[in-house]
């Protein structure tokens, strides 16, 4: 059984930064890609960012696009999300994805695996 499992999650004020980790119980080169995604209260569950496990491959939503960085290290089984400028909109559950595509999907039904999520509050 594959575990992902998301920590790092809290209550910050905007502006602060936050790093986010997913430590996976499966060696991460058996994944095509892995995600974040989020989710807000009473919205759909949204892609934030992605990356193949060759790391050759990144992408970023737009809302995060130079704010958010996504990073892995294989050695240790481990996704991060480096959250900077954050700002209350960022306030979310957010949970990493595993998936066997070799390409990067936005579209949370292509992912096999997912963690139980992190909460993150970011205070005006």
């Known amino acids: 059984q594959v575990q992902l499992e998301e920590s790092g999650g809290g209550l910050v004020q905007a502006g602060a930064s936050l790093r986010l980790s997913c430590t996976t119980s499966a060696r991460t080169f058996s994944w095509g890609n892995m995600a974040w995604f989020r989710q807000a209260p009473g919205k759909e569950r949204e892609f934030v960012a992605g990356i193949t496990w060759s790391g050759r491959r990144i992408s970023y939503a737009d809302s995060v696009k130079g704010r958010f960085t996504i990073s892995s290290d294989n050695a240790k089984n481990t996704m991060y999300l480096q959250m900077n400028s954050r700002n209350p909109g960022d306030t979310a559950a957010y949970y990493c994805?595993?998936?066997?595509?070799?390409?990067?999907?936005?579209?949370?039904?292509?992912?096999?695996?997912w963690g139980q999520g992190t909460q993150v509050t970011v205070s005006s």
């Open positions: 994805a595993a998936g066997n595509r070799l390409t990067i999907s936005v579209d949370r039904r292509t992912y096999d695996y």
